[in-house]
């Protein structure tokens, strides 16, 4: 490293067991006792997305509620994006109800007194299959909905096997089922 000029830094490097565990790049990976290897979003991950849904909402006292969702649908979905692949589906599950919370005090407090029958009715909806749905009519009269991380589907890696090559005609169907690719992707 020290010819290419590169070198490590003292502050950021850490040399600890993995028993322990270690936060990289948002995520947290630990090896149990059991010798499971989990990898889950980092505390302080999640703390920024929290933080940032925060400022939203406080940011937007009197807004409609179509500018709240229309400014916290991008950072809920990418911070669940990145996180999918991973062990998450307990802290997406929190990060919904955390959502729920801030968006139901934010309701109550525009409207103090007001029952919160009348409060659900005006700012929530059901489709069916979920309730408390928060959501609102932007300037064209369309309906949008805060999306909600957990509805963010969790796909695992899978490995690829190690003898099979995608430049290989007798490997084009393997890979075709395993990624629902398009033919035209694949050289002849």
Known sequence: MQKRGLQLSQEKTLITNINRGFSFLGQNVRKY???????????????????????VISNNKAS????????????????????????????????????WASIWYWAK????????????????????????IFSGTDEKGKEIS????????????????GDA????ENWIDYFKSRNNIREDRFPR
């Open 146 to 161: 805060l999306i909600k991380s957990s509805h963010i589907k969790i796909v695992r890696h899978r490995l690829i096997k």
């Open 33 to 55: 006792d059991n010798g499971t290897l989990l990898i889950k979003p980092s505390k302080e991950s999640y703390k920024s997305i929290k933080s940032k849904i925060k400022e």
């Open 109 to 132: 407090r525009r409207h103090p007194g007001k029952s919160w029958r009348w409060i659900k009715n005006k700012y929530f909806k059901s489709d069916g299959k979920q309730d408390w």
């Open 165 to 168: 090559n995608p430049y290989d």
């Open 64 to 99: 409609k509620p179509a500018d709240i969702i229309r400014q916290l649908n991008p950072k809920i979905r990418g911070w669940s994006n990145y996180h999918r692949h991973i062990v998450a589906k307990d802290t997406f599950a929190h990060l919904d109800h955390y959502v």
